[in-house]
Antibody
Framework: EVQLVESGGGLVQPGGSLRLSCVAS????????MAWVRQAPGKGLEWVAV????????YYVDSVKGRFTISRDNAKNSLYLQMDSLRADDTAVYYC???????????????WGQGTLVTVSS | EIVLTQSPATLSLSPGESATLSCRAS??????LAWYQQKPGQAPRLLIY???TRATGIPVRFSGSRFGTDFTLTISSLEPEDFAVYYC??????????FGGGTKVEIK
């Protein structure tokens, strides 16, 4: 059974930093593109970042470029999101998500974690 | 940026009725469109990808179709567990993907 378990969310002041983690199990983590998708309270979904299987390619939505960094450790089956210079509009539930099929970039998200809430407020 | 416009915002139906949800793209996305279901407090669930392919384990009452830049998700006979919010998502102009604003299917 595929499992994605996020952690690291919490309350942080504007301008602060936070690092989210996602531990994967039940599949060969190193063969899938992985993503972070967020959802502000009561709002819709927004893609945040995507990373290739070996970490050699990363892509970001414009609103987080230069502030957020996606990374992965395939030996630990883990995905990360380093969030710096946080703003109030970054407040959201952050989901870790797995692409649909191994080996290729499809950007259809088959499996999701339960999400971790990040609140940016003074 | 490609904009996905979902309509209606809310659909009020009874169990057993058929639901038709629309997603219109501001420009061509080919067949690169997916549909997700999200229930309160839960993560989204992939229903349909490539406009009309059902994801693993999705019941046959869910179907997707495309006509140009207009996409439709049809739920043939609503079950109680189908009342939720539905989002469309495209992946056609990478790097860049967006979700629609969502349609809530509520019990009438």
């Amino acid at each position: 059974e595929v499992q994605l378990v996020e952690s690291g969310g919490g309350l942080v002041q504007p301008g602060g930093s936070l690092r989210l983690s996602c531990v994967a199990s039940g599949f060969t983590f190193s063969t899938y593109w992985m993503a972070w998708v967020r959802q502000a309270p009561g709002k819709g979904l927004e893609w945040v970042a995507v990373i290739k299987q070996d970490g050699s390619e990363e892509y970001y939505v414009d609103s987080v470029k230069g502030r957020f960094t996606i990374s992965r450790d395939n030996a630990k089956n883990s995905l990360y999101l380093q969030m710096d210079s946080l703003r109030a509009d970054d407040t959201a539930v952050y989901y870790c998500a797995r692409d649909l099929k191994p080996g290729i970039l499809l950007l259809y998200f088959q499996d999701w974690g339960q999400g971790t809430l990040v609140t940016v407020s003074s | 940026e490609i904009v996905l416009t979902q309509s209606p915002a809310t659909l009020s139906l009874s169990p057993g009725e058929s639901a038709t949800l629309s997603c219109r793209a501001s420009q061509s996305v080919s067949n690169y469109l997916a549909w997700y279901q999200q229930k309160p407090g839960q993560a989204p669930r992939l229903l349909i990808y490539d406009a009309s392919t059902r994801a693993t384990g999705i019941p046959v009452r869910f179907s997707g179709s495309r006509f140009g830049t207009d996409f439709t998700l049809t739920i043939s006979s609503l079950e109680p567990e189908d009342f939720a919010v539905y989002y469309c998502q495209h992946r056609s102009n990478w790097p860049g993907l967006t979700f629609g604003g969502g349609t809530k299917v509520e019990i009438k």
